[in-house]
Every structure is written in C-alpha cells, then in structure tokens.
C-alpha cells in the first residue's frame, strides 16, 4: 500500500502540472503559490484534498473541474488506486500579470 503522504505529493505535483498548463507558464511568474495537498488512503483507494491559487480572471467552476479530473487520473495513473473523490480548495484568486501591472496602490 502506498502511504497518505507519498499519495498527495503525488496529487500535489498533479495540480502543479494541470495550473500550469491552464496558465502557460510557470506559477510563480503569475503571483501563485505551490498547490498542498492531503490523501486519505484506505483499501486502494485515495480521496484527495488540494489547495490552490487560481490567475483570475476564470470561469472558477470550469477551471476547477478541469484541474480535479486531471489531479484524479494523474494519481490514479500513476498509483494504480482508485480516487474516489477530489476536493479542491480555492486559497485565492490572483490577478493576471497584465492586470497586476495596471493596478494602482
């Protein structure tokens, strides 16, 4: 059985990889932070909970739809588990770099 921890790191990277491909380059140039995550793994099975920062503007439910089905056949692709759900948590929504620009302090 492969252990809760080395599963979310595994769902972590996952969510790396699918906002970066949602953004075109990496986070940190956007202002977004490194998505965390947490598993529970029970009888090969995994139930994942990943927090991260969305670049706004987005359509929040289509982005996040997107990132879970990618996080979940990712992990279970690469574990060989079962996800039996995937629970995404929106930390902050960032502006664009564009917008960051225009912004007046």
């Keep these: 059985m492969i252990p809760d921890k080395v ?7 996952a969510a790396y990889e ?5 953004v ?6 956007h202002g977004l932070s490194t998505p965390t995550s947490s598993a529970e793994v ?6 994942l909970e990943v927090s991260l920062d969305l670049a706004y503007p987005v ?4 982005a996040s739809r997107e990132i879970g089905r990618f996080i979940a056949e990712r992990v279970a692709h690469l574990t060989g588990m079962h996800v039996t759900g995937t629970t995404l948590i929106i930390r902050r929504l960032v502006p664009r770099e564009s917008l960051r620009h225009g912004r007046v302090n």
Excluded at 7 to 13: F, G, N, Q, T
Excluded at 18 to 22: E, K, L, P, W
Excluded at 24 to 29: E, V
Excluded at 59 to 62: E, N, Y
Aim: proline content about 4%.
């Design 24 to 29: 075109a380059r990496p986070l940190a140039h």
């Design 59 to 62: 359509d929040i439910a289509r």
């Design 42 to 47: 029970h009888k090969g099975s995994a139930h």
């Design 7 to 13: 599963v979310a790191r595994i769902a972590a990277r």
């Design 18 to 22: 699918a906002m970066t491909q949602q």
